[in-house]
């Protein structure tokens, strides 16, 4: 396998940088390097300033409004944005309902819900979990009875990420009780400003509030805001999850946290020594960076497999569990290297504007940020031992 990039995927890449250095909203960058939480607003001059440029839905076909990029230039142009450390994509409208919508939705669907998505003014929320299902999410209750043209959906949803800013929420609902579980559960979009859905903050361990649960009361959704067919959501729920497993490896992201961790060990002093020469250390430091070379080259295989006709495939469930395990460390270790400092954070909502006056060193509060977030990241997006569940079933094929 060649995993050389060629001329022309170097010179795309110069093209990448120059956008993220010169035009990319500046104030987005330094508010996030500060350990900031984005605003909805952020979120979508973000998304909207790679939407003026028809960079926005880089994984969707172009006949869609994607950007019909190779692979190879997506993973340069997902290089280029988190080095330049600007705002990841929202994905759930994105990377999780669009295709939904592109793949399974009706022409009208399509016409009413995609625009929105492409142009960032519509912001989604996903309604899959359940206070009852998450790794058995098969089992949810949430229920949409139908009467007449509409269905009447009661019960509760979990773990809803920036359900707080959205517009639309697409939910998986219990519609038949009948059969295996699998069975008689309905894909449906909801507006979420129909009467009766209430959304209520969860603050997570970072101080941070992106998590919601949604609650839904005699809410009635039109018939027509169904995807496909009624009972047959399982199936279009599972198509996204494959698309929601294959985001996770953010090397460049790493490989730039690695950087500043080195650089805070190079001025940090131990025991009257650089950090950076404490030999136990420098060991934890040079083998997360192996580990992150490990990664970069199971992307980059994946790739020339996908270039070479092939399909990703449960490889995605191997690299979610490698790419999050090491997000984990290499926070730990950034948590690390900031020493005391580490324990001086406030979080957003304690005190919004501490960053910018407090004694600590830049990369201190970000540090421990990130440190806090990377715990989720075994958890969602199906949790790391389904994962594991998933390699010995479906790829060592053990019984
Ligand atoms: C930050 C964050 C954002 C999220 N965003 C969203 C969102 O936007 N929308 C949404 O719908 N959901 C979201 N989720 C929910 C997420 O998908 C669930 O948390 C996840 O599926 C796990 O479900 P659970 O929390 O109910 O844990 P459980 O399923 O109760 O699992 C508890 C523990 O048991 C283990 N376990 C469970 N079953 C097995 C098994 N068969 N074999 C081995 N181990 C097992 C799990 O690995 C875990 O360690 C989010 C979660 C987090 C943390």
């Not at 996770?248 to 730039?256: D, F, L, P, Q, T």
């Amino acid at each position: 396998m060649d995993f050389s990039f060629s001329a022309e995927d170097e010179e795309f890449r110069m093209m990448m940088r120059d956008f993220f250095e010169n035009e990319y909203p500046s104030d987005i960058v330094e508010k996030i390097g500060r350990g900031h939480s984005p605003s909805k607003e952020d979120y979508q001059r973000s998304e909207r300033a790679l939407a003026a440029k028809g960079w926005l839905a880089v994984n969707w076909p172009k006949s869609d409004g994607g950007t019909g990029w190779t692979a190879n230039q997506k993973y340069i142009f997902d290089e280029e944005l988190e080095r330049a450390g600007a705002l990841n994509v929202v994905p759930m409208g994105l990377l999780y309902v669009g295709p939904v919508i592109y793949t399974f939705g009706t022409d009208d669907q399509k016409k009413r819900w995609l625009p929105g998505i492409l142009d960032s003014t519509t912001f989604w929320a996903q309604g899959y979990s359940e206070p009852g299902s998450g790794s058995d999410l098969a089992s949810l209750q949430c229920a949409a009875i139908r009467e007449g043209d509409e269905y009447v959906v009661n019960g509760t949803k979990i773990w809803t990420s920036l359900g707080q800013h959205a517009d639309w929420i697409f939910c998986l609902l219990r519609t038949d009780n009948s059969g295996k579980k699998q069975e008689g559960i309905t894909f449906l979009c909801i507006d979420m400003a129909t009467p009766g859905i209430t959304v209520n903050p969860i603050i997570t361990i970072d101080g941070k509030h992106s998590l919601n649960s949604v609650t839904f009361e005699d809410v009635r959704v039109p018939v027509e805001n169904r995807i496909g067919e009624e009972g047959k959501g399982w199936t279009y729920a599972n198509y996204l999850l494959g698309h929601e497993r294959t985001s996770y490896a953010h090397v460049a992201g790493k490989r730039k946290q690695l950087e500043d961790i080195r650089a805070t060990a190079m001025r940090t002093e131990s025991d009257g020594a650089r950090l950076l020469d404490d030999p136990a250390f420098a060991a934890k430091l040079a083998t997360l960076e192996t580990r992150l070379d490990a990664l970069e080259l199971t992307v980059l295989r994946t790739l020339a497999s996908v270039a070479e006709g092939g399909a990703p495939g449960e490889e995605s469930s191997i690299l979610k569990i490698i790419a999050t395990e090491l997000a984990q460390d290499i926070t730990e270790l950034g948590m690390e290297a900031h020493g005391a400092y580490a324990q001086a954070y406030f979080p957003d909502s304690a005190a919004p504007a501490w960053t910018d006056n407090t004694p600590v060193p830049a990369g201190a509060a970000p540090a421990v940020a990130q440190y806090l977030g990377a715990r989720a990241q075994s958890i969602y997006g199906g949790s790391n031992e389904i994962q594991k569940n998933i390699i010995s079933k479906r790829i060592l094929k053990l019984p």
